[in-house]
């Protein structure tokens, strides 16, 4: 079972987690070690990755639209110079 403690770093907003019943410190290296690496690398990586893909979909959608408003108002151009000649 689990037995541990919570600790709030206000600097950097992390939580970590400090095993109180553990027969082996390499166990809470690893484990420290292995949060610092998600927290601090894995984790800001791939919301980065997943902020890029949303941007690159709307990028294509709003280029989708540029080109649709740029073929009308072309048509447009072309209906309102009839109409001035």
């Known amino acids: 079972m689990f037995h ?13 987690v400090a095993l109180t ?4 410190k390499m166990e809470v290296d690893t484990l420290n070690i292995l949060t610092n690496v ?3 690398l894995a984790f800001p990586t791939a919301v980065c ?4 893909w949303v941007v690159f979909k709307q990028n294509k ?3 989708k639209s540029i080109d649709e408003n740029t073929k009308v108002l072309t048509e447009l151009s ?4 009839t109409f001035i000649k």
Do not use: C, H, M, P
């Open 4 to 16: 541990g403690k919570i600790f709030f770093d206000r600097e950097t907003f992390f939580i970590f």
């Open 38 to 40: 998600f927290s601090g």
């Open 61 to 63: 959608e709003i280029q």
């Open 49 to 52: 990755v997943a902020l890029f």
């Open 21 to 24: 019943k553990t027969k082996n």
């Open 78 to 81: 072309a209906i309102i110079k």
